[in-house]
């Protein structure tokens, strides 16, 4: 059943409501749980949130906010605020990339980057990049799941992602072994982005962490010097190129790819279905397709399946009243900023507060943002594209991993519309 948006709730009761419906039934209560399986402290973190507006300091962790308004101060603040230090991702990735990632990621080569790289990523090249790396595989499993097969999207959309990582990057693939080649490509992104795994409260890694992830670097990464002046212009390395950057802003610009887009890809496709099954709002985009686009945007403001953006700040600045000291941290509660907007709805209206919150903002404003949304439209293309419901047989959720997601999540089409 739909979870009913109680407007008439005083504003302490709305601040509850996340937690309360967790524990109960439906697709706030699947969410939290798969929260919780993903790291226990998430949900508890995400409580504290709803209290965290416009801010709040947390022994530990620092400085939490789930305010859109003072989110999005913090991250269009690169003057006081950054992600070099500790708290943020560029200290985690310096350790393992090199000190060159203190130019590119935050400091002064970082505009040059992103002006060169902007347009790696627009709506059409991701429809294409869709197209390519997906069409065969999508056709095929739209084809069984059509005549009355049970699909499990969760296991599909790693292996779709690892298509997607074979497409961008021009890795070398053994076509004899099928999917098991995508899964095992997802699965290399997937150990990589584990690395960052228990630094919430501290981003300093210890040796052995750091020479765990650079052999995975060097194994998701290594061809790139040797392909680099001959890739075709339909990968990333090949675009890199054409657009002017350097071997080593592509092995970069790659291996933030992999951790960026895999787990966080592979966690919205399926718990976009889940949320079109559990709400019921399946029924009301088959009745109004009209708003596929909107379905997607709210699938990723509901899921927001980077649920924390960390930073680290670099000199006094007053922010929403508050004073926040050199050397402090602050954690942005992006899936908690998003989802105290509401049940998930697919005609619910532009929220400009929240706009694209869930990729980020400012500076740092997620590249692969179109890609996300075109990989996302072509699922629901699969999941409804004959005008037909569908239904969850079961579910598991993803125990211990870096981003919430399902481990399975088996469908099949509804015997009635």
């Known amino acids: 059943m739909p979870v009913a948006e109680d407007r008439s709730a005083p504003p302490r009761e709305r601040r509850l409501s996340l937690w309360r419906d967790g524990l109960g039934t439906g697709a706030a209560a699947h969410e939290h749980r798969l929260l919780s399986a993903a790291r226990p402290a998430l949900p508890v973190l995400n409580w504290l949130g709803q209290f965290a507006r416009p801010l ?67 709506e059409k090249t991701s429809a294409t990049f869709v197209a390519r790396a997906w069409g065969p595989r999508l056709a095929a499993a739209r084809a069984s799941f059509e005549a009355g097969d049970e699909l499990d999207l969760a296991d599909l959309s790693r292996v779709l992602v690892g298509q997607m990582v074979v497409q961008l990057l021009g890795l070398p693939v053994d076509d004899s072994l099928g999917d098991d080649a995508y899964r095992e490509i997802f699965a290399t992104g997937e150990e990589l982005a584990s690395i960052a795994l228990g630094t919430t409260s501290d981003t300093t890694l210890p040796p052995e962490k750091i020479a765990v992830a650079r052999g995975i670097v060097e194994r998701l990464t290594g061809h790139i010097g040797e392909v680099f002046p001959t890739a075709h212009p339909d990968t990333i390395i090949g675009r890199c190129r054409e657009i002017g950057l350097t071997v080593q802003e592509t092995q970069g610009l790659s291996t933030l790819l992999m951790v960026a887009g895999t787990e966080t890809a592979a966690s919205a496709m399926a718990r976009t279905a889940a949320l079109l099954v559990d709400t019921g709002e399946q029924h009301r985009l088959l009745a109004m397709p009209q708003h596929r686009e909107d379905a997607v945007r709210e699938a990723l403001r509901v899921t927001s399946p980077a649920p924390l953006i960390g930073r680290s700040v670099l000199a006094d600045v007053q922010v929403a009243g508050r004073t926040l000291k050199a050397g402090e941290r602050v954690m942005v509660l992006t899936w908690t900023a998003n989802n105290l907007a509401g049940p998930y709805r697919i005609d619910r209206p532009y929220l400009p507060q929240n706009r694209q919150l869930w990729f980020g903002a400012g500076r740092h404003l997620c590249l692969g943002g179109p890609l996300a949304r075109a990989e996302l439209g072509a699922i629901v293309d699969l999941l409804l594209g004959d005008g037909r419901p569908f239904q969850i047989v079961s579910r598991r959720y993803g125990r211990k991993v870096l981003i919430p997601a399902y481990a399975s999540l088996v469908v099949r089409k509804s015997e009635a519309a």
Do not use: C
């Open 56 to 122: 709040m300091k947390v022994p530990r962790l620092g400085w939490i906010t789930a305010d859109p308004h003072t989110a999005r101060t913090l991250l269009n603040d690169p003057e006081h605020l950054t992600l070099l230090s500790e708290g943020g991702v560029g200290h985690l990735w310096a350790q393992i990339l090199g000190d060159w990632v203190y130019d590119l990621f935050d400091g002064p080569g970082h505009h040059d980057l992103r002006t060169r790289s902007r347009e790696l990523f627009t």
